[in-house]
């Protein structure tokens, strides 16, 4: 648990949204989609008037019902006796299967679990929170990576984390520490839809974003890493 906490830590060292080395085809994949669009399910069906949608890509049985993924976890378990955690969420459903994910999502593989698409509707929120946050502050099991697929900057979407308005660019891979306060909603008339990913942590699963960081990347590709360095 601990270990989990300090790589945790590390990770988000340099900053508390890292934009990642590693894009999508944002257009393919919105092409791809079209066969899901029946598959859409509320997202968090316990709450209402917060015009949410979610869409599978991992899930407890590999099937696209929602249930447990799209619901609080939490309230399920509690409802249901079950002891269900993020990395139980961790079959690939078919929209994985039958989309350019399932090769996109490849370094992330060990490790990926309760993961969707999330579509908020005009006036979709979520309303300010912190993920991941127990009464031990050490119970630390996921990372989250979003990726912005459709009308996620501002005036579409607005994403705040700890009072910052974050900009994205759509495709590409940003680790987030949403431990920090953050809230997300759609003021706007269109439908904004992100990947939200959970990474399991483990030393090596933080090792494999790592070397998908820019700086870390380009330093690597050039073969020129020094740990000592001293300039
Ligand atoms: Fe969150």
């Not at 029946?38 to 917060?50: E, I």
């Not at 899930?59 to 006796?81: F, H, Q």
Request: glycine share 4%.
């Amino acid at each position: 648990m601990i270990e989990q906490a300090i790589y945790y830590t590390i990770l988000f060292q340099s900053g508390n949204c890292i934009e990642l080395e590693h894009r999508l085809d944002v257009k393919k994949l919105k092409e791809q989609l079209k066969q899901f669009d029946d598959n859409w399910k509320p997202y968090n069906p316990r709450k209402h008037n917060v015009n949410r949608e979610g869409l599978s890509i991992t899930s407890l049985d590999g099937k696209l019902s929602g249930v447990p993924d799209l619901d609080s976890i939490g309230e399920y378990n509690s409802i249901n006796k079950t002891d269900i955690k993020p990395e139980d969420i961790n079959k690939p459903t078919i929209v994985y299967k039958n989309t350019l994910l399932q090769e996109f999502l490849k370094p992330f593989d060990p490790w990926l679990c309760w993961s969707h698409f999330i579509k908020l509707k005009p006036g979709g929120h979520f309303p300010i929170h912190m993920d991941n946050v127990s009464e031990n502050i050490l119970n630390i099991d996921t990372i989250r990576i979003l990726i912005p697929i459709q009308n996620s900057n501002w005036p579409y979407c607005c994403f705040l984390l700890d009072k910052q308005i974050l900009e994205f660019e759509y495709g590409k891979c940003y680790a987030i520490n949403t431990r920090l306060p953050h809230l997300i909603f759609n003021p706007s008339s269109k439908d904004n839809i992100n990947i939200i990913l959970n990474i399991k942590i483990t030393e090596e699963s933080i090792q494999q974003i790592g070397k998908l960081f820019p700086s870390i990347a380009s330093i690597m590709n050039k073969g020129n890493i020094d740990r000592y360095v001293n300039n």
